[in-house]
């Protein structure tokens, strides 16, 4: 059973700094590389930090210098550091194993970044 739990979100101001965390099944986690994507009103969802299970870790453009994504392999953890956060980051918030995701996702959580 694929489970997929993530928290931590919430409203800030720009330039705040917020940190997310996913718990996630065995069946997702173990070997692969986690992810954490989002997804904006009106847009695609997007891939915005990986890592894979040996530390290996990619980020977008538009994050990178801002996000660190980190992993707990003993607790099946994945987390996601988000700092000088802008209103263009303002999304609900996803893990999932890295590209390609599988179903059925988590519910997310939604970050507000507003003044």
């Known amino acids: 059973q694929v489970q997929l739990v993530e928290s931590g979100g919430g409203l800030v101001q720009p330039g705040g700094s917020l940190s997310l965390s996913c718990a996630a099944s065995g069946s997702i986690f173990s070997r692969n590389a986690m992810g954490w994507y989002r997804q904006a009103p009106g847009k695609q969802r997007e891939l915005v930090a990986s890592m894979t299970s040996g530390g290996n870790t990619n980020y977008a453009n538009s994050v990178k210098g801002r996000f660190t994504i980190s992993r707990d392999n003993s607790k099946n953890m994945v987390y996601l550091q988000m700092s000088s956060l802008k209103p263009e980051d303002t999304a609900v918030y996803y893990c999932?194993?890295?590209?390609?995701?599988?179903?059925?996702w988590g519910q997310g959580t939604q970050v507000t970044v507003s003044s």
């Open positions: 999932n194993k890295a590209l390609p995701p599988v179903g059925p």
